[in-house]
Structures are given as C-alpha cells and as structure tokens.
C-alpha cells in the first residue's frame, strides 16, 4: 500500500526516524514505549530505504511504500538519511495517527499514541 508522500516526515535525530501519518500498518505495528529508555525492536519487520521510495515490509501482507522525494526534505536530506539507515542497520518506524509539524518527542515514544519500535535493514 502506498502511503502519500506529505504522510511521511523523514528525520535525523541523530539515528533515522520514520514518522508516518495514517499508514495501513498502524493496526499491525505494537505499541510504542520505551522500556527503561530503550527503543523496542519490532521483530518479523524489515525496512529499505531508497532515494526514490523506503519500504516498511512486514509479515505476511503487511507492509507499505512511502515516495521519499517530493516533501519538505531536499535530495540530500533524503540521502543523509539513507545513509543512516544503512549505517545503523535499521531506522526506527513511527506510526501516529494526527501527524503535526511541532510533534513532541517525549509525547510521542511514551504517550501511548503511536506504535513502532526500531525495524532492521532488509539484507
């Protein structure tokens, strides 16, 4: 499934971080919260980060696409952040329903809205 590209924010902070708005795997991923501080690891996931597209694959047939060019991120944001995908052998995945500009970080891994963890590289 296709998830529209101005759905999305791409961000470095410092690790890559994929924020999705409304995804069709909201329902699917666990729920987010940080255990004593750490990211979760959301097992069975796989993410591929392009500069064209990213794909969020999951089990079974669950997964989506998300364009990577065409948002507020230039092309060289969008390379930054490939490439740290790469080097940290995953991003974490976000997924909210209500994405604003100024979300709140805290907010966001401990208030129980969103649902995600860390998602490994595809090898």
């Not at 995804?23 to 987010?32: G, K, N, S, T, Y």
């Not at 694959?57 to 989506?64: F, I, S, Y």
């Not at 940290?88 to 995945?93: E, F, L, M, Q, S």
């Not at 997924?95 to 500009?101: K, P």
């Amino acid at each position: 499934m296709l998830v529209p590209r101005e759905n999305a924010r791409f961000v470095l902070n410092p690790h890559p971080i994929l924020v999705l708005d409304r995804p069709p795997i909201h329902d699917v991923l666990p729920e987010l919260r940080l255990v004593d501080g750490l990211m979760p690891v959301v097992e069975g996931w796989q993410v591929a980060a392009q500069l064209t597209f990213c794909v969020v694959d999951g089990p079974g047939e669950h997964g989506c696409v998300v364009p990577t060019v065409g948002g507020a991120e230039g092309l060289d944001e969008i390379g930054a952040w490939c490439s740290a995908v790469e080097e940290a052998g995953g991003a974490v995945v976000v997924s909210v329903d209500g994405l604003a500009d100024g979300f709140d970080w805290s907010e966001l891994f401990t208030g129980g809205r969103a649902r995600g963890g860390f998602v490994a590289s595809a090898r």
